[in-house]
Nanobody, 124 residues
């Protein structure tokens, strides 16, 4: 069974950095685009970043552009989200997900495999 597992969340001060990891298991995800989403209490799940199958192209939500960078290692069957200059409004549960949808998918409905999420809290 294909699974994704996030790690690397935690508590960080405003202006700090965190790097999230997403480890795939049960199958190779090299044929999938990978995406990152986040969800805060009472809010809908929102797109954060996506990366294509070979890692050569990525795209971001306007709210994180210039601060977050996504990458992947098909050798390790993993994806990553480097988050810099974190703000309190970045506080959320972060999820990684995988999709075979063409283009630059950014809707949660486009993604078929999901991790369980990791909490990121930005607070002083």
């Amino acid at each position: 069974q294909a699974q994704l597992l996030e790690s690397g969340g935690g508590l960080v001060q405003p202006g700090g950095s965190l790097k999230l990891s997403c480890a795939g298991s049960g199958r190779s995800f090299s044929g999938y685009k990978m995406g990152w989403f986040r969800q805060s209490p009472g809010k809908e799940r929102e797109f954060v970043a996506g990366i294509n199958r070979n890692g050569a192209g990525s795209y971001y939500a306007d709210s994180v552009k210039g601060r977050f960078t996504t990458s992947r290692s098909n050798l390790r069957n993993a994806a990553y989200l480097q988050m810099n200059s974190l703000k309190p409004e970045d506080t959320a549960v972060y999820f990684c997900a995988a999709t075979t949808v063409v283009g630059s998918p950014s809707s949660p409905d486009d993604f078929s495999v999901w991790g369980q999420g990791t909490q990121v809290t930005v607070s002083s």
